[in-house]
C-alpha cells in the first residue's frame, strides 16, 4: 500500500513538473501580430490601417535593464514606437497606447504613456537612428519604474510609471509599409564619459548628410536594405574640397556581400538614393568594378577591383588660380574668398594663365579641374570635371548589407 501510494505520487510529481515547465514556456515566449520577425530582424507585414506589434519574450532586470531598436528602414511613413508594455499587452495597439505601457515614436518624436495621445518628448528619427529604452537600476527595489529613453546613443529624457511585479517588457510597433528594424535586446549603455568620447571622436560635424549609414568615429556602416538600387546608403561631407583639403581617403573594412562601394565627389544637392557618378554633377571610382563613373549609370574601365584592405582615395588638382567658393561651405559663408595654392596644381603654362586671366569663365558654369583617384597610395588614373556651383563634396555610397569602410576626410593634415 505504501508503495502504491509513493508510485502515485511520484506520477503527481512529475506532471506537477511538466506543467510548470509548459507555463514558463508561454511566459517566456515573444509575441508578434503583423510583424514578420528574422532572427533580430523585425519587418511590417501587416494591412491597410493594420497596426504592428511585437513584444520580447522576457521583461527588462536589474541586470538587463536596456535595450535598443536600430531603424534600418522608415517606410512610407515611419511610424515606429519603441517602449515597455505589460506581458499580454494587446498587439492590436502601439506600445504606449494603452494603460501600463510607454513609449517613443518615431515619426513624431512624441512619447506616449498609457494614452493614444502623445506629449513632446525628442526629436524624431528615421533611417539609420537608434532608439533606446530602459529602466534605471534603482527603480527595481521601489517598484516604480523610472523608464528612460536615448537616441543615437544620447539621453533624450524620462518619465516615471509603475513596475508591476511580472516586469515591463520590451516592444515594437510598426504601423505603414516597408518598416524594418534591427532589434538589440541586450544594449549596453555607455557612460556620459564615455559617450563624450565618442562624440569627440566621431567628429559628427564633418559629415552634411547620411542615408542608411551609420557613423561610429571614422567608421561608416550601411544599415539599408540592400535589396535594390534605390537602397544606396550615402554619406556626404559637411564641406566641398577646396585647396586647403584637397583629398580624402577610405579603407574597405568590410567589402559586405558584394561590395558595392563607391568613393567620389558630387554637388550638394546629390540624390541620397543614387551611387556616387551615377547622376549629374558627380564622379566617383566603384570598387566592385573597378570603372569610374562621371554623370551617368554607365561606367568606363578605370582601375583594378578593391577588396577588403584596400584603402581607396579621391582629390582634386586645382588651377592655380583658383578661388575658393564661399558657397561651398554648407554651415557658415565665408567673410573673404581668398585664393590658397595647393600643393597639387596642374601645369599650365604663363601664357594659358594669362589667357584665364583676360576671359575668365563665367562663375556659374564652374572651373575644370581634374579629379585624380589613387588604390593603397598609387594614383591609378585622372578625370576631368566641371566643379558644380557650391563645390564639389567628398561622397561616399554603399549598397550591400554589411559594408563597412573606415573614412579619412584629411589625410593629408598633420
Same mark, same amino acid.
Given at each position: 500500500m505504501?508503495?502504491l ?5 511520484f506520477?503527481?510529481w512529475?506532471?506537477r513538473?511538466r506543467?510548470?515547465r509548459?507555463v514558463?514556456?508561454v ?5 508578434a501580430?503583423?510583424i514578420?520577425?528574422?532572427g533580430d530582424?523585425?519587418?511590417?507585414h501587416?494591412g ?6 511585437y513584444?520580447?519574450?522576457?521583461p527588462?532586470?536589474r541586470?538587463n ?6 531603424i534600418?528602414d ?7 514606437a519603441v517602449g515597455l ?8 495597439h ?6 501600463d505601457s510607454?513609449?517613443?515614436h ?7 504613456s498609457g494614452?493614444a495621445k502623445g506629449r513632446?518628448?525628442?526629436t524624431?528619427?528615421?533611417s539609420g537612428d537608434r532608439i533606446?529604452c530602459g529602466?534605471?537600476?534603482?527603480s527595481?527595489e521601489?517598484?516604480?519604474?523610472q523608464?528612460f ?5 544620447k539621453?533624450v ?8 511585479p511580472?516586469?515591463?517588457?520590451p516592444?515594437v510597433g510598426?504601423h505603414s ?10 544594449a549596453e549603455?555607455g557612460t556620459e564619459?564615455e559617450?563624450?568620447a565618442m562624440?569627440v ?8 548628410r547620411l ?7 571614422t567608421l561608416?556602416?550601411?544599415?539599408g ?5 534605390v537602397d544606396?546608403?550615402l554619406a556626404? !561631407?559637411r564641406r566641398p574640397l577646396s585647396t586647403?583639403? @584637397?583629398y580624402f $581617403?577610405? *579603407?574597405?573594412?568590410d567589402?559586405? %556581400?558584394k561590395c558595392y562601394i563607391?568613393?567620389?565627389?558630387a554637388r ?7 551611387h556616387?557618378?551615377w547622376?549629374?554633377?558627380?564622379v566617383?571610382y566603384?570598387?566592385d568594378?573597378?570603372?569610374?563613373f562621371?554623370g ?13 584592405g ?5 582629390g582634386?588638382?586645382f588651377?592655380?588660380d ?6 561651398g561651405?554648407?554651415?557658415e559663408a565665408?567673410?573673404?574668398? !581668398?585664393?590658397v ?5 596642374? @601645369?599650365?603654362d $604663363?601664357? *594659358?594663365d594669362e589667357?584665364?586671366? %583676360?576671359e575668365?569663365e563665367?562663375?556659374h ?5 581634374l579629379?585624380?583617384?589613387t588604390?593603397n597610395g ?6 576631368e570635371a566641371?566643379?558644380?556651383p ?6 561616399v555610397?554603399?549598397?550591400?548589407s554589411?559594408e563597412k569602410?573606415k ?8
Open positions: 505504501d508503495d501510494n509513493l508510485h502515485y505520487r506520477l503527481n512529475r506532471r513538473i506543467e510548470i509548459e514558463r514556456a511566459r517566456y515566449q515573444e509575441r501580430k503583423h514578420l520577425v528574422d530582424t523585425l519587418s511590417y501587416g491597410s490601417g493594420e497596426v504592428g506589434c513584444v520580447a519574450p522576457r527588462l532586470t541586470d535593464n536596456y535595450f535598443e531598436v536600430s534600418v522608415s517606410g512610407v511613413r515611419g511610424t515606429i508594455v505589460p506581458q499580454y499587452y494587446s498587439l492590436d502601439q506600445p504606449g497606447w494603452l494603460p510607454v513609449a517613443y518615431a515619426d513624431d518624436g512624441k512619447l506616449y494614452r513632446q518628448f525628442g524624431k528619427c528615421r533606446g529602466i534605471e537600476p534603482g527595481f521601489v517598484q516604480t519604474a523608464v529613453f536615448t537616441k543615437n546613443g539621453r529624457g524620462s518619465t516615471v510609471m509603475p513596475l508591476s511580472e516586469g515591463l517588457f516592444a510598426m509599409l516597408g518598416e524594418e528594424v534591427r532589434l538589440h535586446l541586450h549603455l564619459d559617450d563624450t562624440l571622436d566621431s567628429l559628427e560635424e564633418e559629415w552634411g542615408h542608411d549609414v551609420r557613423l561610429c568615429g561608416l556602416e550601411y544599415v536594405k540592400g535589396k535594390s538600387i544606396v546608403g556626404q !561631407a586647403r583639403s @584637397h $581617403e577610405l *579603407e574597405i573594412v567589402p559586405g %556581400e563607391a568613393l567620389g565627389l550638394k544637392d546629390y540624390p541620397k538614393n543614387r556616387p557618378g547622376s549629374r554633377g558627380s566617383a566603384h570598387a568594378d573597378g570603372k569610374i562621371h551617368s549609370g554607365v561606367g568606363d574601365p578605370f582601375g583594378p577591383r578593391c577588396y577588403k584596400d584603402i581607396m582615395g579621391c582634386i588638382m588651377p592655380r583658383y578661388i575658393l567658393d564661399s558657397e561651405d554648407s554651415d565665408l567673410e573673404v574668398k !581668398a585664393a595654392r595647393n600643393v597639387l596644381y596642374l @601645369h599650365r $604663363e601664357d *594659358e589667357e584665364e586671366e %583676360e575668365p563665367p562663375e558654369e564652374g572651373r575644370k579641374v579629379v585624380f583617384f588604390r598609387k594614383i591609378i588614373g585622372k578625370k566641371l566643379v558644380p557650391g563645390g564639389y563634396f567628398p561622397t555610397g554603399m549598397l550591400s554589411g569602410v573614412v579619412d576626410l584629411h589625410p593629408l593634415s598633420g
